[in-house]
Every structure is written in C-alpha cells, then in structure tokens.
C-alpha cells in the first residue's frame, strides 16, 4: 500500500460520495434519535457516540464540496476544514464506537442509512492513516498470512485431522465439480473446531456433495471492517478465484456475521462483477435442507434459551425466517429477546471492533445492553450463528459473572441429527 | 401611513419574487446536487426487490420504531405536532387558499379560522419547546450549531408573525400583513440553503434506505 496521507483520505471520502449519501446528508435535522438506537450511546450517555456525529468529517466534504452554497462558505472562509487533526480525533469514534451494526439506519425518521455511511467514511480514515493498530494488524495478516489471526492450511488441516479422527468422517478438501464449497473464519478453526465437525455430519446425512480449499478457506474479510477495499478486494478475489477453480455451484458463509457481508453483498461490487457461482450462508442452506426434509433432527432441547440475531446476517444480510426454523426443529423452549430480528442489539464486537485492542474497555461496558437483554429473559442458554459475536458474548457475560452457555446453531443442529448407523 | 403600506406593497411584489426565484432555483440546484451523484451499478444477486421495499420505508418511516418512540418521545410527539400544526396553518387557513388560488389556480376547503388560531398557538408553544429540548437535551444540544437555531427561528417568525397581524396586534395592519410575508420570505430565501432541504430530500433518502434493505431482503 503506498503511504497514507491527508490527501488520499480526501480522495477516498469523495470516491465513496454517492445520491444517497448526499440524500442522506442532506435530510438530517439533528433530531438526535439515532443516539438512542445506538449502544455505544445508550450505555455511555456520550452524545460523541450519536452515530451522525460520527460522520461529521465525511459531512464536512460532502458540504463543502457537492453543495452550492457550502462551496460558497468555503470561499468566504466559514467552513471547517477536514484536518488531520479533526480524523485523529474522530478515529476512535468511528472505529471503536461503530460495530456498523446498522440498528440507526432502522429509526431515522429522515430514512438515512448511518451505518452505510460509516462503512464508506472508513476508507477514507484508512486512506489518511486513521485506523486502529489491532484492525490494521489484522488486515495485514489477512493480506500476506491469509487470515486476520494468522491461521494458516497447516492449522486447518491439522484440525481436520482431529475433526475426521473424532467423528470418522472424511472432510472433502479440494475436490472438484462438488456442489458447494465451504469456508471457513479463523475463529471457527481455532476456538470452535465444533462447527466443521457439524458440517460434515450434517453434509453426510444430507447428501450434500462439498470442499474445503486449501488456497481460500477463510471467510472474514478484515478489509470490509477496516474500510479499504482493495484489501477487501483482495481477499474476496482469492474466495472467486478458488470456486470458480474447483467449479462449485455454490459458496457456504460460514457462522461469522461480516463474512457473509463481504463474500455475498460487497463482494460482487468489489471485483465488478456478479459471480459464476451463488453465496449462500449456512443458516440458509441448512433452512433449505429442512424445507426438503433432507436434515432430519431427533429430540428436543427444553432448557429456555434464545438467539443472538448477527447484525450482519440478520439486519443486513436478509437470513431472518431460517435460524428460528431451524430452532424450532430442536428447542422446545425458544424465546426471543425483547428487541429480536432486524432490531436487535448488537454483541459490541461487530465492525472490527473486537480485533481493536483499545476498544475492549468501551465493548465491555457497551455489553451491558446484552445483558440487560439476557437479564429479562432469564435464559439457560443462548444460541447464536457468528463465531465473533459468539467469543464476544462468553467474554461479556465472564466480565458480568453469567453463566450462560453461548451456542453455534449449526452444531447444535448437529447435535440433534438422526444419523445413519449403517456403515 | 404610507410607508407600511409601501412596505406592504414590496414584499408582496419585488419582494416575494425575489424570494420564490431563489426558492424554487435553490431547491432545482440542491436536488440535482444529490440526483447528479447516482449510484454504483450493484453486482450482488438481489434477495428482494428495490421498489416495492423503497416505496414501503417512504410511508413506514413516518410512524417511529418502537423502541425510539419509547426513548425518545418528546421528541417524537413535538416533532408531529409542530409539523402538522405549522401544515395545517399554512395550507388550510382560508385566507392563505385564496392566495395560492388568485395566483396558481388552485383551490381547496379550509377550516374555521378560530380553529387555524388554536392550532397554531398550539404550534407556538410546541416549537418553543422544541427549542429548549434542543438547548438541553445532552445529545440535541451536542449536535446543534448555528443552522439549527436559525432553521428554528425562520420556522417559527411565520407563525409568530401571522399570530400577531390575525389578532391585530401589530399596529397598522399593513405593517403587520407586511411583516408577515416578509417572515415567509425569509424562510423560503433560507429553505434551499439548510436543514430545511429534508422536507424534499427525506422522499430520497427514505427511498434509498428502504430500496437497499429491500434488496438483502429486509424491510427497512
């Protein structure tokens, strides 16, 4: 990457100006509802966190520069520059107070989408050298490891060797003109090996024809979360680059929330054109499955729990209806949080933020919108589908001292199959 | 008494057409300052259709999420009665329809002036409130500069100024009558420039923020 300077961030900021982010700058009143949408405001009570604030220095170059009279302003000297000063000090406000769970776009009563804009304002903070040390970390690793935490294919196999041992069950890797190909985030190779296990039984039992590639396993996208889309670019690419190799008909996001953004909705975008194959996430396939009686479940769960909606693959990515179907199949006792589906809170550890070593503290106390959550369900345990709102979750409720199991819903779901005992 | 009545004759001739060019002009230029930007062809396969999502959020953003009208309901109910107050001042007080009709043709029922009245003192005192809302509610007061208050306060002339001249309470009535217009004047010079904008470009941004849900399969 060449050097970041002030310059390229503004280059950036008016790369991303579009009708609706104008639209969107052009109809704010400052009402201040969104503040209340938010959890970074809800549970500091700093007004900084109001999420249009956050884009204070992205509206300073859609004003001064896409608008008449703010051009005018300019030139008489009565508008704020957009300083190196003004984004290092809005640099933790954007990256460290944003999960871009995009729970404000749901309330502005003007219809502004907040949170696309903050994902668009981050490239031009990252342009300008205004990113936190853990998420540039991360999107380093990710460019030249192949994975934000530095997993590489020895990692994986060795887990699929202890996967295949434990369960007896081959884990296809690299096998060409199956139907689907599998990824995989880092967090599920190293903390929640649980959820490769439960694809496999399931795939078997299913009939489902799939693979791991060894060249593309990992699903997160660091570039997504940080704001720079040639790192996103870049990384999505090596994801087409290895389907289309092994010629699948279909891609499987895995359990992990920004993942499933990146490969299905910003991934088309990023390399300029739409896919050979189609992304499906996990939950949706297995819903499917379901539909056709192909995943066949026996038992009920009947502790009292709930689920945790991933912003990214609820809110923003669309998979509303499948993870109560699927909970259904298993759990007798299922009930929902008071603010669920579309408008449910975030972990506080989406966006980037939990790769952002400085933000713990502020996603710690912003969990307490969790807890509070959790705390009127008075729930046994809580089922979810994103492997990092999931350590997330453990990390709050050991910080609240709850003892509350968080769950995958896949392997779950795996823990319930009807298996065939022929073999 | 002839220099309110020229006053009067001003701002009812030069003045307003002044006031309606750079209206009407402005609200031209800020409209295509946003249209003329479009959008980005989007490549990812569609879950839902844009239209129908976009047209959906165009009409459900008036009602408040739940949860926002629990944490915010000031701001909510003042925002509705300010806002359907100051509407029903301006289109349905039957002097106002006379002159939209003696100068575009158009025409419509009004209300019972004595109504109007009640309506917009209740509108007074809610803008009124709206401002100290502003000036102390943590995150308002955070967010407002300069614009803020003077959007307010080019809202509220008007509706102060037609208050007086109704109950005659500016002495000569032209003065008052002139005083009037040229508040009107003053907010349609102001509209194009500010925060006024939304009540043209929410019908965008509502649209684009239900279109792009809609299109994840989310109703926004």
């Given amino acids: 990457m060449s050097e ?18 104008a639209s969107f700058f052009s109809s704010c009143v400052n009402c201040g509802m969104c503040a209340e949408a938010c959890l970074f405001y809800t549970e500091t009570g700093d007004p900084r966190y109001t999420p249009i604030n956050k884009l204070e220095p992205l509206r300073r170059v859609w004003e001064q520069e896409y608008t008449l009279w703010g051009k005018v302003k300019s030139v008489l000297g009565l508008s704020q520059p957009v300083t190196d000063e003004l984004l290092e000090e809005w640099e933790s406000l954007i990256y460290d107070g944003c999960t871009l769970c995009g729970r404000c776009s749901m309330v502005c009563p003007v219809g502004n989408d907040i949170s696309y804009m903050i994902r668009h304002a981050r490239e031009g903070f990252v342009a300008a050298g205004y990113s936190p ?11 030249t490891i192949g994975s934000p935490m530095g997993v590489k294919y020895p990692a994986l196999a060795a887990q699929i060797k202890h996967v295949e041992a434990d369960s007896g069950l081959q884990i296809p890797v690299d096998v060409e003109g199956v139907d689907y190909m599998a990824l995989l985030s880092s967090m599920e190779i190293m903390n929640f090996p649980e959820y490769l296990e439960a694809l496999a039984r399931i795939f078997k039992q299913a009939g489902v024809t799939w693979t791991i590639s060894s060249e593309a396993f990992e699903a997160t996208n660091a570039g997504i979360q940080i704001g720079s889309s040639d790192i996103a670019r870049e990384l999505v690419n090596r994801v087409v680059v290895a389907a289309e190799k092994l010629k699948v008909k279909y891609v499987i996001s895995p359990e992990c929330g920004h993942a499933y953004t990146a490969i299905r909705w910003e991934g088309p975008n990023l390399i300029g054109r739409p896919y050979s194959f189609k992304v499906v996430h996990i939950l949706e396939l297995l819903d499917e499955l379901r539909a056709s009686g192909r ?3 026996e038992g009920m769960d009947e502790t009292r729990l709930t689920f945790h909606d991933p912003c990214q693959i609820v809110r923003k990515g669309g998979v509303l209806e499948p993870p109560r179907n699927l909970l259904k199949m298993v759990a007798s006792e299922f009930v929902d949080m008071h603010d669920a589906r579309e408008m449910n809170w975030c972990c506080g550890g989406g966006g980037g933020v939990s790769a952002n070593e400085r933000a713990e503290e502020l996603r710690l106390k912003v969990f307490k919108r969790k ?8 729930v046994e345990t809580l089922v979810t589908a994103c492997a990092n709102c999931r350590l997330v979750i453990e990390e709050g409720l050991e910080e609240y001292r709850m003892e509350i199991p968080v769950v995958g819903l896949t392997e779950m779901l795996a823990e319930h199959l009807v298996e065939d005992k022929s073999e | 008494m002839s220099t309110s009545v020229d006053f009067l004759l001003w701002v009812r001739g030069p003045g307003f057409d002044i006031a309606l060019v750079v209206f009407l002009i402005g609200i031209v230029i800020r409209l295509l300052e946003v249209l003329i930007l479009g959008r980005k062809p989007d490549f990812a396969e569609p879950r839902g259709a844009e239209l129908g999502a976009g047209l959906r959020t165009l009409v459900t953003r008036t009602l408040p999420e739940q949860g926002s009208f629990r944490r915010s309901p000031f701001t909510v109910v003042g925002g509705y009665i300010w806002h359907i107050g100051f509407f029903i001042s301006l289109f349905l007080f039957i002097p106002h329809i006379e002159l939209i009709n003696a100068t575009i043709g158009l ?6 002036s004595n109504l109007v009245d009640a309506v917009a003192a209740v509108t007074i005192v809610t803008l009124v409130a709206m401002l100290f809302s502003r000036m102390s509610h943590p995150v308002k007061r955070y967010l407002s500069g300069p614009e803020d208050y003077l959007t307010w306060l080019v809202t509220i002339l008007p509706m102060i100024t037609g208050y007086l001249a109704y109950h005659r309470m500016i002495d000569p009535y032209p003065l008052a009558l002139g005083l009037h217009i040229l508040s009107v004047e003053i907010l349609m010079v102001v509209f194009p420039f500010t925060k006024l904008m939304h009540a043209f470009t929410f019908f965008i941004a509502r649209w ?6 809609g299109r994840r399969g989310v109703q926004s």
């Avoid at chain 1, 807890?371 to 008075?378: G, M």
């Avoid at chain 2, 684009?208 to 849900?213: L, P, R, T």
């Fill in chain 2, 107 to 112: 025409s419509w029922p009004g209300i019972a």
């Fill in chain 1, 4 to 21: 970041a300077t002030l310059e390229r961030g503004m280059n950036a900021f008016r790369e991303q100006m579009d009708a609706p982010i």
């Fill in chain 1, 133 to 143: 040390e853990g998420m540039k970390g991360a999107s380093r690793r990710a460019v």
């Fill in chain 1, 295 to 297: 995943l066949k479940t």
């Fill in chain 2, 208 to 213: 684009y923020n239900g279109a792009m849900a």
């Fill in chain 1, 371 to 378: 807890k509070t959550q959790l705390d009127e369900l008075n």
